[in-house]
């Protein structure tokens, strides 16, 4: 077994900011791995250590079964989930009702540092300038190849300095700004609107992939806004992304398909079409 801590994280900000907290308390010599719902059982597969963190990614028995062979094993997150089983060397920290993982992981460890900015990107509710500094430079490391270089190494110097980091970022914020108007005309041009069962749906399917919350935020000014679900995807992805202007509970969609997430942010391996067919069958 190797020694030492590995923490698993998500590759977004919600992931990046939960491993920098981690970081201010633990220091930064540690692995890292940063995966999604869909990527974490073959993430675990690969690895084993004395001490496994995994945070903001839902698990499933399998996935469970392969972070128990980990020595001691904490497992933090806020999706809506229950373990089931539960190895001795697991502790779950799972509460969905916490707005964001790192809030959680800020709960853990006794500190306070990012969770305001956590809460505010993962619940589309950003207000503040920090806030919407990491969302875009967390937008902008997305698009690029070796993102998960930048993300470890974006967590380090947060976790080193704080919120005074975001000033060394100056150029990927206006990079993404550029990126920012080209994904807002992809929405606009590649949205199209049904009414199935009664259920105002708007489906934006672009030619490569975009931030759900960019469709989300646009859709809101749509003439036929608000939406009852909204599907996002792209031409080269096996995904679909599902959310809600009015509460609607795409959870249960998600769940159909076997994906997952929060009632009203949710996403499952399907296509579009399979999708509209589910949601005109539902009662
Ligand atoms: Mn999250």
Redesign the pocket.
Known sequence: MESGLITVT?A?A?GVLSLATLMMVMGDRMRVYFSHPNGLLSTLKRIESEKLYIF?IAGSKESIIEAARSGEVLWID?HIWEPQIRPENVSFCIDSSAK??CSLVSRYFNITAFEKIADEI?TNTVTSSEADKVRKIIGHFKGMKDSNKHFLHFAKKLAERGLEALEDYREEIIAYEDELRSFEELVKRYSRVKQVNGIKIAVVRTPRRIPVYVAYNVLTRHDEAPFDIIIVTSRMSDRVELRTHTGYDVLRIARIFGGGGHRVASGARADVEDVLTAISFLK
């Open positions: 998500h977004d919600d903001d806020h964001s993982a993962d």
